[in-house]
Structure formats: structure tokens, C-alpha cells
């Protein structure tokens, strides 16, 4: 019997430096090879789209209800993925699972809503009773297959068929580039709905209030100051009153109005300083920069960051979008950061 405390010379020793180079070697080609096979996958699949995919679409567009995505094993992690993005551009969906139907879940499905469901094979077993539900009761089936003379391919109502090329792993056994076909496959239907619906990112954003993605849809509105809060003064005011409205306002400037109300220009600390002699002799429009650069309460609150930053300012006067030039509020940039738009 060998002796566990001398290595075996057949076995490689991983702390042995060149085994280890090598091996981590192998782990980069192997991950290169299977990115450059799905690669080519995506590439071929492009071209492979016909007029399936439009009927797919138009299936999807006239229907009432929703969009019902099903697949078994990895179909189902997928199709939980494009259901999800359905759902949040503007199209109705969920997704049921195929064995879950057998047993009551069928009832998910209604007359008015459409089906997809996802097999590379098309022959998933786990699938048989949802595919007859939909024949049964008449409700449209969108079947997407990697075989065009598969059973579901041939039950569906619209057929959509991958392109015939290998699987990432050398085997061929282990659903990688059918997988990532049938994924960017679900971002094509969703992303050509939600263009055809002219999906806003106002609508975008109802969908994904919370996190980075929230924050960046985020409009000035949101985020300005309005009210009594905004820094205002007529253009006659003198200087010593301008001066207090600075301060009470807490944002280190003052926006200066004409009769008529339209924003003219804006006092700032630098005005201050380029006008320090004789200050208090002068009124606010004597002393303001005028045409101050403003914003839209409509705008993403992204924007006038980048605004901001460019112009190194802290504050953007937001006038109505009406033309009428009306300030409505202001923004600051700390106003901007708490909300995590950045």
C-alpha cells in the first residue's frame, strides 16, 4: 500500500510552480474558448432571425393579457430572466413553471394572454401539459427550439429556431451557447416591444424606483427645492437684503427676478467678491451675472450633475418648462449625491 506521505509522481502537485502556471494557463484558454464559441453563436443567430420574429412580436402586441414564459432546467432560469425583463419594459409577463403546472398551476394561464415557452430540444417531457393546455383552450404559443422538427416547434402557433451550432463544452452536453442564444433571443423580443410601445425612461423608471438604476432616473423634480425654499429677490433689491436671503436660504446664492418674474440672473459668491467696494450701495441686478445657466424640472437628475461638474457650480435654478422662464426651484449638488446619482 503507498505511503500517503510520499507524493504519487503521477499525480500533479499543485504548489510545483510550472504545474501551477500551467494550470491557470488552461483556465484562461478554457474561459476564452467558450466566450469565442458563444461569440459566434450570437453571431449566427442575428442572421437566422426571419419572419418568425416579427410574427412573434405582432403575437405579443395584440395580445390582452400577458406574456406567460415556461422552460424546464436551465430554459426555466432563462425564462425567468426574460420574463422579468418583459415585465420591466412595459410588457406584462411571468413566468410559470412547467412540472408546477401539472399540478394546478395551469390555472396561471388565461384566454387573452399568450405563451412562450423555451427547449433547445424541444421534446422537454415537463412541458407536455402546459403545450396541450394551450392547444386545448386556444390560447397563442410562441414555442423557441434549437430543432425545427421538434414537437414544440411543430405545436406552436410561432416557431422560433436557433441556429444548429455546438455547444460551448467540448462535450456538447452542457447548455451554454443554446442558453446564451435563447437569452439574447428574450432581450431582442423585449427590447423590439418596448421600442415599438415607445417605452419612455419616465415609465422605466415607475418599474425600478430603488437602487443605482433608480437613482440614475431620477428627474429634478424629484430632487429640487421649491417654494419659499428657492432664493429669489426683485432686481431693485438692494445688496444688504439680498444678503440676508443668501443666508436664510442656505444655498450661497440668490436668483434675481424682473418685473414680469422671469429669472434674469443670479448672484453668486464670486459676484460678491468682483463687487466688493461700495457693495451695499448696489442693487442685485447691478451686482448678478446675468442669463444664469438653468434646467428643466423634466430632466434627469443625471444631467444636471454632469452640468454641474462641468461648469464647477453647485446650483441650477430650475425654470418651468413653458417658456414663460419662471424659476420653479433649485437644485443643489449635494441634493443630487444623497439621492446617489453619481
Given at each position: 500500500?503507498?505511503?500517503?506521505?510520499?507524493?504519487?509522481?503521477?499525480?500533479?502537485?499543485?504548489?510545483?510552480?510550472?504545474?501551477?502556471?500551467?494550470?491557470?494557463?488552461?483556465?484562461?484558454?478554457?474561459?476564452?474558448?467558450?466566450?469565442?464559441?458563444?461569440?459566434?453563436?450570437?453571431?449566427?443567430?442575428?442572421?437566422?432571425?426571419?419572419?418568425?420574429?416579427?410574427?412573434?412580436?405582432?403575437?405579443?402586441?395584440?395580445?390582452?393579457?400577458?406574456?406567460?414564459?415556461?422552460?424546464?432546467?436551465?430554459?426555466?432560469?432563462?425564462?425567468?430572466?426574460?420574463?422579468?425583463?418583459?415585465?420591466?419594459?412595459?410588457?406584462?409577463?411571468?413566468?410559470?413553471?412547467?412540472?408546477?403546472?401539472?399540478?394546478?398551476?395551469?390555472?396561471?394561464?388565461?384566454?387573452?394572454?399568450?405563451?412562450?415557452?423555451?427547449?433547445?430540444?424541444?421534446?422537454?417531457?415537463?412541458?407536455?401539459?402546459?403545450?396541450?393546455?394551450?392547444?386545448r383552450f386556444g390560447i397563442p404559443m410562441i414555442g423557441v427550439a434549437g430543432r425545427a422538427d421538434s414537437t414544440l416547434i411543430r405545436r406552436a402557433d410561432v416557431g422560433l429556431v436557433l441556429p444548429d451550432v455546438?455547444?460551448?463544452?467540448?462535450?456538447?452536453?452542457?447548455?451554454?451557447?443554446?442558453?446564451?442564444?435563447?437569452?439574447?433571443?428574450?432581450?431582442?423580443?423585449?427590447?423590439?416591444?418596448?421600442?415599438?410601445?415607445?417605452?419612455?425612461?419616465?415609465?422605466?423608471?415607475?418599474?425600478?424606483?430603488?437602487?443605482?438604476?433608480?437613482?440614475?432616473?431620477?428627474?429634478?423634480?424629484?430632487?429640487?427645492?421649491?417654494?419659499?425654499?428657492?432664493?429669489?429677490?426683485?432686481?431693485?433689491?438692494?445688496?444688504?437684503?439680498?444678503?440676508?436671503?443668501?443666508?436664510?436660504?442656505?444655498?450661497?446664492?440668490?436668483?434675481?427676478?424682473?418685473?414680469?418674474?422671469?429669472?434674469?440672473?443670479?448672484?453668486?459668491?464670486?459676484?460678491?467678491?468682483?463687487?466688493?467696494?461700495?457693495?451695499?450701495?448696489?442693487?442685485?441686478?447691478?451686482?448678478?451675472?446675468?442669463?444664469?445657466?438653468?434646467?428643466?424640472?423634466?430632466?434627469?437628475?443625471?444631467?444636471?450633475?454632469?452640468?454641474?461638474n462641468a461648469r464647477k457650480i453647485t446650483c441650477l435654478f430650475v425654470v418651468d418648462p413653458d417658456g414663460a422662464g419662471h424659476a420653479v426651484g433649485i437644485l443643489h449638488i449635494h441634493d443630487c449625491l444623497r439621492?446617489?446619482?453619481?
Open positions: 500500500m503507498p505511503d500517503p506521505a510520499i507524493p504519487d509522481p503521477a499525480i500533479p502537485d499543485p504548489a510545483a510552480p510550472d504545474q501551477a502556471t500551467d494550470r491557470r494557463d488552461a483556465f484562461l484558454a478554457s474561459a476564452r474558448r467558450v466566450i469565442a464559441r458563444e461569440a459566434e453563436a450570437l453571431l449566427a443567430l442575428g442572421p437566422a432571425l426571419g419572419e418568425s420574429f416579427a410574427d412573434a412580436v405582432d403575437l405579443i402586441l395584440a395580445t390582452k393579457g400577458r406574456v406567460i414564459v415556461s422552460g424546464m432546467g436551465k430554459s426555466g432560469h432563462i425564462g425567468r430572466k426574460i420574463a422579468a425583463s418583459l415585465a420591466s419594459t412595459g410588457t406584462p409577463a411571468h413566468f410559470v413553471h412547467p412540472a408546477e403546472a401539472s399540478h394546478g398551476d395551469l390555472g396561471m394561464l388565461a384566454q387573452g394572454d399568450v405563451v412562450l415557452v423555451l427547449s433547445n430540444s424541444g421534446e422537454t417531457p415537463e412541458l407536455a401539459d402546459l403545450i396541450a393546455h394551450t392547444r455546438p455547444e460551448a463544452c467540448d462535450t456538447g452536453f452542457v447548455p451554454t451557447t443554446s442558453t446564451t442564444m435563447t437569452l439574447a433571443l428574450g432581450d431582442a423580443l423585449a427590447v423590439a416591444l418596448m421600442e415599438h410601445r415607445r417605452f419612455t425612461p419616465q415609465r422605466f423608471r415607475d418599474f425600478h424606483p430603488g437602487g443605482k438604476l433608480g437613482a440614475r432616473l431620477q428627474t429634478v423634480a424629484d430632487l429640487m427645492h421649491t417654494g419659499d425654499e428657492v432664493p429669489l429677490v426683485p432686481a431693485e433689491t438692494p445688496m444688504g437684503e439680498a444678503l440676508l436671503t443668501i443666508t436664510r436660504k442656505g444655498f450661497g446664492v440668490t436668483g434675481v427676478t424682473g418685473p414680469d418674474g422671469r429669472l434674469q440672473g443670479i448672484v453668486t459668491d464670486g459676484d460678491l467678491r468682483r463687487n466688493m467696494e461700495g457693495l451695499l450701495a448696489r442693487t442685485a441686478a447691478e451686482v448678478m451675472t446675468p442669463s444664469p445657466r438653468t434646467i428643466s424640472p423634466t430632466a434627469l437628475a443625471e444631467e444636471a450633475l454632469a452640468q454641474m439621492a446617489g446619482v453619481a
